[in-house]
């Protein structure tokens, strides 16, 4: 597998584990017609049971969980008294939903009537099996990954179950010898080695994970996204094993560019551009793989290291390499506003649009330049625009509310884009859900600060990216004291984003109130290390 082709799954695993999940869309047109034909089969007959279930199943493959269970619910009132086979598919399904709401109970007792009906079904047992692990009642889980391996001598899955079973019962040799006797029947498939650091995962053994994610990787594609996500989701708590992981795995294969990529990808992901940019540089001239994307990563790291000139030379190039240079636009348009040439960022901005209309991200750098040249009508367009695209985003609001009321004057409109921050469905301790921003713009300092007081009581701030938000909402909020010491925790735990510390000065979401303060200056000073 080249860099280009692992690029998309390591960018949505990032995505994954950085950002927020939510459930998925109905776009495509097979889920499309499928609940068209579903919606006029239950107008002609809405108490037919089986189009309900089908339907429950087809809002249970989009994560629909709670429409799913309606849909479920109500068909088991139109089936015939009495009549349990009929019910069949529907305790099935019900039994999926329950599970993944973490019922577990509830779950149970649909698939026992289910294997009332066929005691034989294997996939029934094992999703018993898995109900009976998360109750903590591994003897009856025992008992069905045994029966697994009754019908199927080569179960995996079954071995993969005792194996977590095991751990459970602090029997962590047999669990070790049952894993690997799991991937001692399929050595050559990657998901297999995603199995075993699971259960590597749950003895503690992390090193042991890394590896078989790694290994996965290697193995074949199958696999490569997951693996992926496990390993930035793993970044987040055991950073330095991650990345120890990755280095053993270069050490070994030290011509294979996608290990330094993946490592590179993390360590950006982490604000540790320095290590990044040593591991894209490695890829570049050692010839290990040719990409723009290289190229685009660098010129994001030199930008956020504030080093805008070798930001530009390598966005210029990986314009110049590919027709699919949106992004590319994007990155340049920003460094291009860093170094004052709002002119060009504008023009940037709108060539990324040309060829991507709908992206956010240059709709939001082309409506940062016009602020700058002072189009602010326009900036409101195109930040509306990127709201509609995604409604659910709070800086796009933050964005919005800061131009409404601070440079056109429209403090109603301002306040209503603030208040739409506060609507959002976040959880509380997402330090981007921003709501402490939104409250200290609507003057509800109180409020604000508790939600501030609150992140940095839960969240878990692995990078200081949280403590360096602590740092703009405090510098903001007029209290520095605080504003510097969650400063100095963030650089000690990292956070090396210069451009961010130093130039940032967007809507209230920066920490530019503190930069004439010596303390701030000094503490850049004695973190320079992060930067150079």
Known sequence: MNIKSITLSLALAVSAAFGASAQT??????????????????????RD????????????????????????????????????????????????????????????????????????DYGTIYQRAQVLYELGRYQ??????????????????ALLGLARVAVKQNNLGTANDIADRAVSITPNRSEIYIGRASVRHLMGNEAGAVEDYITAISTDNYSTGTAL??????????????????????????????????????????CNYLAAIADYDKIINENLDSYPGLNGAL??????????????????????????????????????????DSEGALSAADKALDKSPEDIEALVAKALAQVDLGQLADASVALSEAAMVNPENPELQILRGWVLGDYRKQQANAERAYEMVLDMDFDFDNVRSFRGFALLALDRKEQADNWMQRVLDTADDY?????????????????????????????????????????????????????????FKALLEKYAHLFK
């Open 140 to 157: 009856e889980a025992n008992a069905d990954y045994n029966l697994m391996l009754r019908l199927n001598p080569r179960s995996q899955d």
């Open 463 to 519: 990078d200081g990216a949280v403590n360096y938000y602590a740092t703009c909402y405090y510098s903001q909020a007029g209290m520095p004291e605080r504003a510097l010491k969650c400063m100095e925790v963030s650089l000690e735990k990292g956070y090396a984003n210069y451009h961010n510390w130093t130039k940032a000065a967007e809507a209230n979401i920066n920490c530019a109130p503190l930069r004439d303060d010596a303390r």
């Open 49 to 120: 049971p089986d189009t309900l279930v089908r339907r429950a199943e087809l809002y249970y493959a989009h994560q629909d969980y709670i429409k799913a269970l309606d849909d479920v619910n109500t068909a088991m009132k139109y089936y015939e008294p009495g009549d349990e086979e009929a019910r069949y598919p529907a305790y099935q399904v019900r039994a999926k939903i329950y599970q993944r709401q973490k019922k577990y109970s509830d779950a149970l007792a649909d698939l026992n009537q289910v294997l009332t009906m066929s005691p034989q």
């Open 25 to 46: 869309s109905y776009d495509d047109p097979m889920s499309q017609a499928l609940m068209k034909a579903f919606d006029e089969l239950l107008e002609e007959d809405p």
């Open 229 to 270: 996500r496990h390993l930035v989701d793993l970044s987040r708590s055991d950073y330095p094993t991650v990345m120890a992981g990755l280095s053993a795995a270069i050490s070994k294969a030290p011509r294979n560019g996608m290990f330094y990529f993946i490592r590179a990808m993390i360590a950006q992901g982490h």
């Open 299 to 340: 010129a994001e790291c030199y930008y956020y290291l504030g080093r805008y000139d070798r930001a530009l030379l390598n966005a210029d190039y990986a314009i110049s390499a590919t027709d699919d240079n949106e992004f590319y636009y994007v990155i340049k348009s920003r460094i291009l506003r860093a170094t004052g």
